[in-house]
Each structure stands twice: as structure tokens, then as C-alpha cells.
């Protein structure tokens, strides 16, 4: 055989063998255990769902009033407040200061609206279980827009546009009950938050290549970022707090930020609504998603105690080998999306 066809024969053989095709070359051998955890981030963004306990989330006509009502300065008392004033959609809907300031200086930062339909409890506190409940606290707030039922009611009643919108979202004009006009300013503002979602990422790429078992493509995700990636849900245990999708657990922790808001006087955390427990050193986990354009350095974080151990509950659920660094940011975030 000529030297030549010998190499040729060589190659084919070499490139149709079983062991060829076994690992690309680009791929960490990740364990069966990393597996069923990376899988477990995604996949992104997650399915649209609506709540049900707002009867206009989803509805396009009140999504377009919550916008406009989110952008609006006349619901605050002073009338220079509007929702857009802290959060902020070129800061990933934050305002990047280590206090909210309002009518007043808050005492915790102003949290992301960034996929904020994906959580749980709402507020660094978790004082409300909904969005649209959650969106009246502010309003009503002293130190924020310092407005109440009557003041909020009477701007939609005044304003001939945001009455026209307030009737293509309920399907009547606002009634005489300044409360019930209220509720519903807070679920149009609701309904628009709810289309605030976060792009994809090479990450999400990788993610579902594994998913469907394409190989190849997932080799292009960077080797590095694999290395890393198999810490976070290996040996640094990063995935017991910062897991699924959003890549949080949506629960309250100690991150070891000073309790102190000012000199002699303390956040006091959730312990205002635990009923006197110990839950005064606690805040909400903010998801990975929402974290490299939200924050950028440890100054920027809520004011918030640090000596308890974690969890809403007394149980510990942090885990061994957790980094005590508040919010770490594990990837970049691109440019924060409207959908709708």
C-alpha cells in the first residue's frame, strides 16, 4: 500500500472510531450528580404564567397602562415621584445608590424589577406575598412617594389619558371608590412588571445543548467557564442558594452586611413581620440573573444585620463551603428586555 493511502485509511478509521466521537474536545466531564443540577437552571426565560390573583396579568391593554403609570410622577404626593425615578430600566431597574431616596431617604437600595414575576416573596423584606400588593407599598410609603388612596385616585379621575387607559384595561372608568381605583393602579403596574425579563446567555445556550444532548454545541461554551460552572454546582455548593432558573432559592439570608442603617439606630430586617422571632438579620436573596447590572460593589447592598445563620425558618440551609461575599455576581447579565 502506498504510504500515502496508508494515511488516508489511517484518518477515516482514526475519525469513525467510537472513542472519537465519545467527548469532544471541549467538554468537561462533568459527574451525573453536576448534571441533574445544571439542567436544573433552566431553562430561561421560564414559561409566561399569569397570577391569578390579578384579573388584568397578561392583558396587553393593562400592561400598556402599567407602563404609562410606571413612568408617571403625579401618583406621588409632591408630584416629582414616579416609579421610573429608582428604578431605573438603563440600571437594570434599580437606581445604583446604596439608599433609595425618594420623597425621603429609604433605608435599604432600591431592589431590580428584573424578573421579578419569577419570585416568591417580594421586597427585601418579603412583606408581600404578590406583585401587585407589593406595588402599592411604595405609593402609600412616607419616605417614597407618600400618597395614599385619595391622592392616587383623583390623579387617574383628572387625568384624561390615564382614564382612557384606566378603561381599555378594566373595561369601565374608574369608580367612586378610591380604594378599589387604587388596587387596580397597582395591577397594571403589576401587569407591566411582570414583561420585565432578562436576555439569554451563552450560558442558557450551553445549558440546553446538554439538555437535548447535542455534545458538539456545547463544547463551544467556554472551557473555563465550565471549570467554573462545575464548582458552583460541585465542591463550592454555590447551587444550594443561588439554584434554579433564576438561580436563587427566593429565600431570606443572613449576607453578612452591617445592620446599622445609621448610628445608633438598626434595619430591623424581617423581624417587623416574623412576630418578634429572630428574623431581624434576614433578606431576600436576589437571583444571579439580576445581579451584574443591578449592584456593583458591596456598598450598594441593603442595609441589613449579619449574625444569624440562614433561612426563614430556624433550620440552616445554607451550605458548607458557601463564599461569605453578599450577592455574588457568577455571570454577565445582557440588557434587561421588556416582554410582552
Known amino acids: 500500500m502506498r504510504p500515502n493511502a496508508f494515511i488516508l485509511s489511517a ?11 465519545a467527548e469532544p474536545p471541549g467538554l468537561y466531564p462533568f459527574s451525573e450528580v453536576q448534571m441533574r443540577r445544571i439542567l436544573a437552571l433552566g ?26 403609570l410606571f413612568r408617571t410622577p403625579s401618583l406621588s404626593r409632591t408630584g416629582t415621584i414616579a416609579c421610573a425615578t429608582c428604578h431605573q430600566p438603563a440600571r437594570a431597574f434599580t437606581d445604583g445608590l ?10 435599604r437600595n432600591t431592589t431590580s424589577l428584573a424578573n421579578v414575576a419569577t419570585q416568591r416573596w417580594f421586597g427585601w423584606d418579603g412583606a408581600a406575598d404578590n406583585l401587585w400588593a407589593q406595588s402599592l407599598r411604595p405609593i402609600l410609603d412616607r419616605r417614597e412617594m407618600n400618597s395614599d388612596f385619595t391622592h392616587v385616585a383623583a390623579a387617574i379621575r383628572a387625568d384624561d389619558g390615564l382614564r382612557a387607559r384606566y378603561r381599555a384595561a378594566f373595561g369601565a372608568a374608574p369608580s367612586a371608590s378610591d380604594e378599589a381605583v387604587a388596587v387596580d393602579i397597582a395591577k397594571a403596574l403589576a401587569a407591566f412588571q411582570e414583561t420585565l425579563v432578562t436576555g439569554r446567555t451563552p450560558f442558557d445556550d450551553f445549558r440546553d445543548a446538554l439538555a437535548r444532548g447535542d455534545r458538539i454545541a456545547a463544547a463551544r461554551y467556554p472551557l473555563s467557564a465550565q471549570r467554573g460552572l462545575a464548582i458552583f454546582v460541585g465542591a463550592g455548593n454555590c447551587s444550594v442558594c443561588h439554584g434554579g432558573p433564576r438561580l436563587s432559592n427566593g429565600e431570606f439570608h443572613d449576607i453578612g452586611i452591617p445592620f446599622f442603617v445609621e448610628p445608633g439606630r438598626v434595619d430591623p430586617g424581617r423581624h417587623e413581620l416574623a412576630g418578634g422571632r429572630r428574623d431581624e438579620q434576614r433578606v431576600g436573596r436576589s437571583g444571579e440573573r439580576e445581579q451584574e447590572r443591578a449592584h456593583g460593589d458591596r456598598d450598594e447592598q441593603p442595609r441589613v444585620p449579619q449574625q444569624d445563620q440562614r433561612g426563614l425558618r430556624p433550620q440552616r440551609i445554607g451550605a458548607p463551603g458557601c463564599a461569605a461575599i453578599p450577592f455574588p455576581s457568577s455571570r454577565h447579565r445582557p440588557p434587561v428586555r421588556v416582554r410582552q
Not at 11 to 21: C, H, N
Not at 98 to 107: K, L, T, Y
Open 98 to 107: 446604596p439608599r433609595a431616596s425618594g420623597v425621603a431617604m429609604a433605608d
Open 43 to 68: 431553562p430561561w426565560p421560564p414559561a409566561r404564567a399569569t397570577d391569578p390573583s390579578n384579573r388584568v396579568s397578561g392583558n396587553a391593554a393593562a400592561i400598556a397602562f402599567g407602563e404609562a
Open 11 to 21: 484518518t477515516v478509521i482514526a475519525l469513525t472510531a467510537p472513542s472519537a466521537l
